[in-house]
């Protein structure tokens, strides 16, 4: 191990189709009570029709916490993607003891990831430019769009000077939003980091873009499971506030995890297709970073998306990077509870990881038919499975052959 400063979680918040805060998130996954749903996607009077696919979408007001302690609406003026990111980022500073903190200036930094931005705004934009033949857009399209809107409105709100960005990356777009706010403290650029990433494009035009190329399952998540067939679309996000660990004892703050290191990648191969040793690659970087080689059981929360091509290039990653162990190793993939939330997927993973490592339980992997011959890892199956584990690897594998491995410790 590095001599680098120390990393604490310390707050954690989120948003998904499981529950509108994290208790109530790791609460349903716990009880193995998934929150996939059919929806109808509906393009209007422009559009091709109504579809109805599987999603988990959020339950409609998870602001309220955030709006009854700011006294107004905060809703009109941000996208759905901004709007969940700014609820988890209050949420987690909340149970940090960091609200209205004066801290929460030049030594703060927010690095928050989205895949797409603001498509909700976006799309009805363009319905209104190109189907309704309306010459003037909304004036605030362009604000609500960007994907740097998320990360602006947890700085005003908040009140933080510090290094303040967005990162994009697909669906690694949160794990390297860690990996850079806890960079961030180890220069010395910071003792606080608001990290993680919201996605909120469950949209009509979103969806068939999401069918055009054959990723989206028609019934639910099955990762890892015979008969999988593709994905499941989800929204939320999720927030972790990480802290230098001297700091976060010397005020008392609740130590929720540490932050151990990261692996990160890149395939150089294929725009959708995963390749092996990319995979495998950033895998064995993060555990050589936490030390996870050396760690009698470790709880694994993969990428798992449920597609046939990317659960099995992974257990078979997973496989090359432990020597062949993979299978004792209590895996899980909450992508069949929550969805696959893109740019906020992997921060949610850890939120619910950092639990699983704090209560000894590992989640339920939902809707599970029977194992494939090709992903042999130890799935965690049926019902929620006692763990000794101590520490967490956390995988985020995105389009692009973009590979992040995140190493965790309990607190």
């Known amino acids: 191990m590095s001599s680098r400063r120390r990393i604490a979680v310390t707050g954690v918040g989120a948003v998904s189709g499981l529950g509108a805060n994290a208790a109530d998130t790791w609460a349903a996954a716990r009880a193995g009570r998934g929150g996939i749903a059919p929806h109808v996607f509906d393009g209007g009077q422009h559009g091709p029709g109504p579809v ?38 209050f949420e987690a500073l909340d149970q940090a003891g960091l609200v209205g903190d004066a801290a929460l200036s030049e030594r703060t930094a927010i690095v928050l990831g989205h895949g797409q931005g603001g498509q909700e705004t976006l799309e009805k934009g363009y319905e209104r430019f190109f189907g309704m033949k309306s010459p003037r857009m909304h004036p605030a399209m362009v604000p609500k769009v960007m994907v740097s809107g998320g990360v602006s409105a947890v700085a005003m709100q908040f009140g933080v000077h510090g290094p303040v960005f967005a990162t994009s990356s697909a669906c690694a777009s949160s794990a390297h939003a860690i990996v850079q706010g806890a960079g961030l403290i180890q220069a010395g650029l910071a003792d606080i980091a608001i990290v993680g990433g919201s996605e909120a494009i469950a949209t009509p035009g979103s969806m068939a873009g999401w069918q055009a190329i054959q ?63 990319g995979t495998a690659a950033a895998i064995r970087q993060a555990c050589a970073a936490g030390d996870l080689f050396a760690q009698e059981e470790v709880l694994v929360s993969a990428h798992g998306t449920g597609t046939p091509l990317n659960d099995q290039n992974e257990a078979a990653a997973l496989n090359l990077a432990f020597e062949g162990s993979a299978a004792r190793r209590p895996t899980i993939a909450t992508k069949s509870a929550h969805g696959h939330l893109i740019g906020g997927s992997a921060a949610l993973q850890t939120v619910i990881a950092l639990q699983a490592l704090r209560e000894g339980l590992a989640p339920p992997v939902l809707n599970f038919l029977g194992p494939d011959p090709a992903c042999d890892v130890d799935l965690v199956t049926g019902e929620a499975r006692p763990i000794t584990a101590r520490h967490a690897l956390l995988n985020a594998f995105a389009f692009g052959g973009l590979n992040v491995s995140m190493a965790f410790a309990a607190g």
């Open 215 to 277: 990723a989206l399952a028609e019934t639910t998540c099955r990762p890892f499971s015979q008969g999988r067939d593709g994905m499941v679309m989800g929204e939320g996000g999720a927030v972790l506030i990480l802290e230098d660990l001297d700091r976060a004892r010397a005020r008392g703050a609740p130590i929720l995890g540490e932050y151990l290191g990261a692996g990160m990648t890149s395939d150089a191969f294929h725009i959708t297709q995963p390749s092996l040793e």
């Open 52 to 89: 109805t696919l599987p999603a988990a979408l959020a339950a409609d007001g998870f602001q309220a916490p955030l709006e009854a302690r700011m006294g107004r609406k905060v809703s009109a003026s941000l996208d759905r993607f901004a709007l969940m990111g700014l609820c988890a980022a």
